[in-house]
């Protein structure tokens, strides 16, 4: 059975290859040093390898560990994307918010003015009966729901 790899020990390997000492690979990550050279050590264990030469200052990489480093290049990238993207999308920076209304009018002008203040997030509205529209947010098909009082 093959072994899943512990992205928290990854994550420490990338610093340690990117980084000029194991002290600022430490900081990068916001970790103690020795906190750092565990998870190194624990990643080289569960595996039977060695990634990082020691002693070697600045660190230098075992040919394996370059390899490792080139293979999971694109999966740090792809979590940086992903962290933004989340990190964007909690604070209203970017994302979507899908309204539902009964009638249009009674939205406009607080989605005219949301979308001045957030640029970044898409819009859309779509437009029903009360029954449609409160149908839309039980069903989350809709962030938003406005509807007349009867």
């Not at 899943?4 to 990854?10: A, M």
């Not at 040093?33 to 990643?43: A, G, I, M, R």
């Not at 200052?57 to 490792?68: A, C, H, I, K, Q």
């Amino acid at each position: 059975m093959k072994k899943p790899i512990n992205l928290n020990r990854l994550r420490s390997f990338v610093a340690i290859a990117r980084a000029t000492s194991f002290a600022q690979a430490a900081a990068s990550l916001g970790i103690s040093q020795p906190t750092l050279s565990l998870q190194l050590s624990q990643f080289e264990e569960a595996y039977g390898v060695r990634l990082v030469e020691r002693p070697a200052r600045p660190p230098r990489l075992t040919r394996l560990g370059e390899d490792l480093l080139h293979a999971v290049e694109p999966l740090v990238e792809v979590e940086a994307r992903a962290l933004v993207l989340l990190e964007g999308a909690s604070g209203l920076e970017r994302g979507y918010l899908r309204l539902a209304a009964d009638a249009p009018q009674h939205v406009l002008a607080a989605m005219s003015r949301f979308a001045a203040e957030h640029p970044a997030v898409e819009l859309s509205l779509s437009t029903g009966n009360s029954a449609d529209v409160i149908e839309r947010l039980l069903h989350h098909r809709a962030d938003v729901a406005a509807v007349a009082a009867a």
